[in-house]
């Protein structure tokens, strides 16, 4: 039982990732580690091009780290993505025009061979969850940017997963809308308590989502600072407006351009 709880819902310890091209090899990642609880909420904030994405897409199994190791779970990212343990969402929604909101949140069930009628309800669940109960039968391009990004939130929860890696998820969106999404992904997130990990360049939308801001430098990218964020769940609007949500945005800000290397 012990062992269970100490079981990290993602852990990366010395992880490097080096790319290899004829322009000149680049050294996106060093010796990054970072740790995040099961049910935690961590996100990491770096300037562009600091290699936040390789980061998401090691624990995504969608790349090899050049050195170091990753875990999901406990599971190397390789088993945590046949286990279906996490779902991804990137920053574009990704959604297929032609098929309806309804069935795009379904596809992913559809591929694993699940049933219609268990597909459908899963789906209309998971659509109810982020509030598009009643827009299950229009097709993506009628719907908002944000609404298409709340698809492609529901498409990820889909196969019930423990864990949810999130790249820039609303960083296409206007601030009103990011806002609005960052409250609806505290209400998910307290619904299913999935351990998250939400890279954003948004200091704002890093403080207001997550328990831990793990921070990174220009490239090769490190994790240079983690700073907890001891602000008090559930969070809503009101938590923007509090003297400690200032403090630590000042607080991350001052460790982001520390770590860019910025005067
Ligand atoms: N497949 C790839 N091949 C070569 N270089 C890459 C590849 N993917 C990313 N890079 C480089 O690695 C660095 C980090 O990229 P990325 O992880 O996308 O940064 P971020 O998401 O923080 O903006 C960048 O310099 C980028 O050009
Ligand atoms: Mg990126």
């Known amino acids: 039982m012990t062992n269970e709880m100490a079981t990290l819902g993602?852990?990366?310890?010395?992880?490097?990732?080096?790319?290899?091209?004829?322009?000149?090899?680049?050294?996106?990642?060093?010796?990054?580690?970072?740790e995040v609880a099961q049910g935690g909420f961590t996100s990491v904030i770096g300037p562009s091009g600091c290699g936040k994405s390789t980061l998401l897409k090691a624990f995504s199994d969608l790349l090899e780290p050049s050195t170091g190791e990753l875990s999901v779970n406990g599971k190397s990212p390789a088993e945590a993505r046949a286990a279906r343990e996490f779902g991804v969402v990137f920053q574009s929604p990704n959604l297929l025009p032609w098929r309806t909101v309804l069935r795009n949140v379904t596809l992913p069930l559809q591929v694993m061979g699940v049933g219609r009628l268990t597909r459908n309800q899963t789906a209309n669940e998971?659509?109810?969850?982020?509030?598009?109960?009643?827009?299950?039968r229009h097709h993506p391009w009628q719907l908002s940017g944000g609404m298409q990004q709340r698809v492609a939130i529901a498409r990820a929860l889909s196969t019930n997963p423990s864990v949810l890696l999130m790249d820039e998820p609303f960083g296409a969106l206007d601030e009103i809308t990011r806002d609005r999404l960052n409250l609806e992904l505290m209400r998910i997130w307290g619904k299913l308590s999935a351990t998250i990990l939400f890279i954003t360049h948004s200091i704002t939308e890093a403080v207001f989502l997550s328990s831990q801001v793990a921070?990174?430098?220009?490239?090769?990218?490190?994790?240079?600072?983690?700073?907890e964020v001891d602000l008090p769940y559930p969070r809503n609007a009101q938590t923007r407006d509090m003297p400690e949500f200032y403090e630590l945005v000042i607080e991350v800000r001052r460790a982001l351009v520390e770590a860019s290397g910025a005067t």
């Open 215 to 227: 921070v990174m430098s220009s490239r090769p990218g490190r994790i240079t600072r983690l700073i």
């Open 126 to 136: 998971m659509l109810e969850l982020v509030g598009l109960a009643s827009f299950t």
């Open 10 to 34: 993602l852990q990366a310890s010395g992880v490097g990732k080096r790319f290899l091209s004829k322009g000149g090899d680049v050294q996106a990642l060093e010796a990054v580690e970072l």
